[in-house]
């Protein structure tokens, strides 16, 4: 017998799911990239950026906690609108614990109705302040004891998903609450979405961060082709999808620079995910009402 087998004082591998929730914009995909030191959802300064459920892992020598990144809960205008909403809410049937990440200050009536729905579920809920770095020190305590004095959340955390203040603290916390469970996805492992979703979704933040405040909501994003040449690179081609010709206009830009911006900045950012060379042939369509047409949403991945 080995003296190495036995090693009895070892503590239980911990492991669960989390639903990272809340109102759009609030920094949950922020927080995920945070949580996992890796860019695996898009950000921007515009609210409903995030359209999917995005699975992000995050492995330790003793626990692994599986996040699931949500779109924002809002109240939807059309059928692209209540796909996110139901994704964000049917996901906290599936996990072990939830974050509700809000701005750092007291709830609106929207988010009232968050609170309420989760105060009647059973899962131990946490809750994030994020964006503390914009807050005056002496405005958290009292924001702090506020969210206490609800009573639903077992935990309320401040957080700077952007700065990575007290991120860790967060992540101790969680692991403890979790149950002893296995590896849900090997250790190597930090998202379930292949490259190619991530490339569409890399161009659309690209097209959201060039273009103004109405248009993000009336893009979709396909990737026609995805395939590695001999060489080692990758060669992306990419459809946008607008709703009306004048759309189409603006993301092109005069003399076509608009749209060799946005090509610029996304294949840089897809280049770096890839740790390849990059070609990136982007082109522009119209498929009008897309938003509220299944056979559209379904073909964009939103089903
Ligand atoms: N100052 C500050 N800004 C932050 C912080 N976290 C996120 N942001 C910013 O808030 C904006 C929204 O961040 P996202 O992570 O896209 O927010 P989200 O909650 O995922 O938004 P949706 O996907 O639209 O629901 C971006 O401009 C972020 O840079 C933070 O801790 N501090
Ligand atoms: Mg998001």
């Given at each position: 017998?080995?003296?190495?087998?036995?090693?009895?004082?070892?503590?239980?591998?911990?492991s669960?799911?989390?639903?990272?929730?809340?109102?759009?914009?609030?920094?949950k995909?922020?927080?995920?990239?945070?949580?996992?030191?890796?860019?695996?959802a898009?950000?921007?300064?515009?609210?409903?950026t995030?359209?999917?459920?995005?699975?992000?892992?995050?492995?330790?020598?003793?626990?692994?906690?599986?996040?699931?990144?949500?779109?924002?809960i809002h109240?939807?205008?059309?059928r692209l609108?209540?796909y996110?909403?139901?994704?964000?809410l049917?996901?906290?049937?599936?996990?072990?614990?939830v974050?509700?990440?809000?701005?750092?200050k007291?709830?609106?009536?929207?988010?009232?109705?968050?609170?309420?729905?989760?105060?009647?579920?059973?899962?131990?809920?946490i809750?994030?302040?994020?964006?503390?770095?914009?807050?005056?020190r002496?405005?958290?305590?009292?924001?702090?004891?506020?969210y206490?004095?609800?009573?639903i959340?077992r935990?309320?955390?401040p957080?700077?998903?952007?700065?990575g203040?007290?991120v860790?603290?967060l992540?101790?916390?969680?692991v403890?609450?979790?149950?002893?469970?296995?590896?849900?996805?090997?250790?190597?492992?930090?998202?379930?979405?292949?490259?190619?979703?991530m490339?569409s979704e890399?161009?659309?933040?690209?097209?959201?961060e060039?273009?103004?405040?109405?248009?993000?909501?009336?893009?979709?994003?396909d990737?026609?082709?995805f395939?590695e040449?001999e060489?080692g690179?990758?060669?992306i081609?990419?459809?946008?999808?607008?709703?009306?010709?004048?759309?189409?206009?603006i993301?092109i830009g005069?003399?076509?620079?608009?749209?060799?911006?946005i090509?610029t900045?996304?294949?840089?950012?897809?280049?770096?995910?890839?740790?390849?060379?990059?070609?990136?042939?982007?082109?522009?369509k119209r498929?009008?009402?897309?938003?509220?047409?299944?056979?559209?949403?379904?073909?964009?991945?939103?089903?």
């Amino acid at each position: 017998m080995s003296m190495f087998e036995e090693t009895p004082s070892k503590s239980p591998f911990r492991s669960g799911y989390v639903a990272i929730i809340g109102q759009p914009n609030v920094g949950k995909s922020t927080l995920l990239n945070t949580l996992l030191g890796q860019k695996i959802a898009i950000t921007t300064r515009k609210p409903q950026t995030t359209r999917n459920r995005i699975l992000g892992v995050y492995t330790s020598s003793s626990a692994q906690v599986v996040f699931l990144d949500t779109p924002g809960i809002h109240s939807p205008r059309d059928r692209l609108g209540q796909y996110m909403v139901e994704t964000a809410l049917k996901t906290l049937e599936e996990v072990d614990q939830v974050l509700l990440v809000v701005e750092p200050k007291l709830p609106d009536q929207a988010e009232e109705g968050i609170i309420e729905r989760l105060a009647r579920c059973t899962i131990p809920c946490i809750l994030v302040v994020n964006k503390t770095d914009r807050l005056p020190r002496d405005k958290l305590l009292p924001l702090l004891e506020a969210y206490m004095g609800m009573k639903i959340f077992r935990e309320v955390v401040p957080v700077s998903a952007l700065k990575g203040t007290n991120v860790d603290r967060l992540v101790e916390i969680l692991v403890e609450n979790m149950p002893e469970g296995p590896m849900y996805y090997p250790e190597d492992v930090v998202t379930d979405r292949m490259e190619r979703f991530m490339a569409s979704e890399l161009i659309r933040e690209a097209v959201m961060e060039q273009t103004g405040d109405e248009l993000p909501y009336s893009i979709a994003v396909d990737v026609e082709e995805f395939s590695e040449r001999e060489s080692g690179a990758v060669y992306i081609r990419g459809i946008i999808y607008v709703e009306r010709e004048s759309q189409k206009g603006i993301i092109i830009g005069k003399g076509g620079r608009a749209l060799k911006r946005i090509g610029t900045k996304a294949r840089l950012q897809i280049g770096r995910m890839l740790a390849a060379t990059v070609y990136l042939d982007l082109r522009v369509k119209r498929r009008e009402g897309w938003r509220q047409d299944d056979d559209s949403l379904r073909g964009f991945g939103y089903t």
